[in-house]
Structures are given as structure tokens and as C-alpha cells.
T-cell receptor, first 112, second 116 residues
């Protein structure tokens, strides 16, 4: 049974600070990892994808992957109130042929 | 690009009726679409994988005779909830993967189903 674990939070971060979100996964065969943002009542929106060990940066977002530790993280720099949402970590161990396995999500609150 | 639509966005129905939800990829072709369900304050759970021109693959615990999936074209998959009951009330979300081999899944806006 593939599992993706996240701290449900809420994680409260002051505006302008760095928000750090963490995720661990159980399937060592997983190759692809994704971070989605979900606002209340809405469907998930892709933030970042990462496939290789190391860091991947896109604007204010940095994803980090450590396959040896089975650990994925997302850093949000210069946090804004609009970043307040639930962040879902997901993995795809089927090479795209299978659906994603999601964590339960971390509720992030950016305090103005 | 990579837009996925769903219709309807919300539906209220009586117990025992059937409800059809459509998922369309608007600007790309999708040989594979996925159907997820999300209950309040829970994460998305994969229900089934829909492949164009073949039978859907259902996850363990999902009744294939209750949740009928049809993927008749490269841009359309439908999910029919047959004989819906209140416990089927949920947020149903589809996603699509384009045929160009990218692994990213693009999600539709979701359909909120309330069964009375």
C-alpha cells in the first residue's frame, strides 16, 4: 500500500517569511513527485513537479527531493496571504499510467 | 494550455437516481484520465483510471457497477454514479494526462454531488 504522509497542520507563518512544507512517501519505486495547492472548495492546482534528487526552483517556490530519505519538501519564500491554502503532496510510481497517491495535505495559514 | 473542464460543477439529486459527470480535455488529447473523490477535510482518493477505448481500471473498494466510466474519445471521459445514495455525496474531480508522454496530471474544477 503506497502511502504519502504530511503533517496536517495548521502551519502558521508570518507574511514575508519562508513556509516549509514536508512530505514523506513509502514507495521506493516512486519517480515523480508533485505539490498541489488547493483552496477551500476548489480542485487542486499544480505548483511544482520534481523528478530528480536536489532542488528545483520556480519563482518563490522551491521543491526539494531526497530519494534516499524518501522525503519531499516545498519552500515558499516571501509568503503572501494568498498562499494560505492546503498543500497536497502527491507521488506517481506508475510512470504516468497510474493515478496519483496524495497525502492528506498541510493547511497553511499566512498571517498578515 | 492544459485545461480540463467538468460538467456539471454541482448537482443535487434524489436518492436512487443516476448522475453523469463529464470530464473534457479542452486543448490536448488525453489517452488516460483519472477520477478522484474527495470527502470533506480528506485528501483526494483515486477511484479509477480511464483509458480511451478500453475498460476502466478501478481501485480496490470502488464498485465498478456503481461508478460507470466511459472514455469514448481522446478528449472526453464520463463518470456515471448509478442509484446514488447520500453516502455518495462528495467532490468528484477528474484529471487528464496528455498523450505527449508528460507525467503531469491536469485537474478539472470538480463536481460537487449532493444526494438527498
Amino acid at each position: 500500500q503506497k502511502e504519502v504522509e504530511q503533517n496536517s497542520g495548521p502551519l502558521s507563518v508570518p507574511e514575508g517569511a519562508i513556509a516549509s512544507l514536508n512530505c514523506t512517501y513509502s514507495d521506493r519505486g516512486s519517480q515523480s513527485f508533485f505539490w498541489y495547492r488547493q483552496y477551500s472548495g476548489k480542485s487542486p492546482e499544480l505548483i511544482m513537479s520534481i523528478y530528480s534528487n536536489g532542488d528545483k526552483e520556480d519563482g518563490r517556490f522551491t521543491a526539494q527531493l531526497n530519494k534516499a530519505s524518501q522525503y519531499v519538501s516545498l519552500l515558499i519564500r516571501d509568503s503572501q496571504p494568498s498562499d494560505s491554502a492546503t498543500y497536497l503532496c502527491a507521488e506517481d510510481s506508475g510512470g504516468g499510467a497510474d493515478g496519483l497517491t496524495f497525502g492528506k495535505g498541510t493547511h497553511l495559514i499566512i498571517q498578515p | 494550455g492544459a485545461v480540463v473542464s467538468q460538467h456539471p460543477s454541482w448537482v443535487i439529486c434524489k436518492s436512487g437516481t443516476s448522475v453523469k459527470i463529464e470530464c473534457r480535455s479542452l486543448d490536448f488529447q488525453a489517452t488516460t484520465m483519472f477520477w478522484y473523490r474527495q470527502f470533506p477535510k480528506q485528501s483526494l482518493m483515486l477511484m479509477a483510471t480511464s483509458n480511451e477505448g478500453s475498460k476502466a481500471t478501478y481501485e480496490q473498494g470502488v464498485e465498478k457497477d456503481k461508478f460507470l466510466i466511459n472514455h469514448a474519445s481522446l478528449t472526453l471521459s464520463t463518470l456515471t454514479v448509478t442509484s446514488a445514495h447520500p453516502e455518495d455525496s462528495s467532490f468528484y474531480i477528474c484529471s487528464a494526462r496528455d498523450t505527449m508522454g508528460q507525467e503531469t496530471q491536469y485537474f478539472g474544477p470538480g463536481t460537487r454531488l449532493l444526494v438527498l
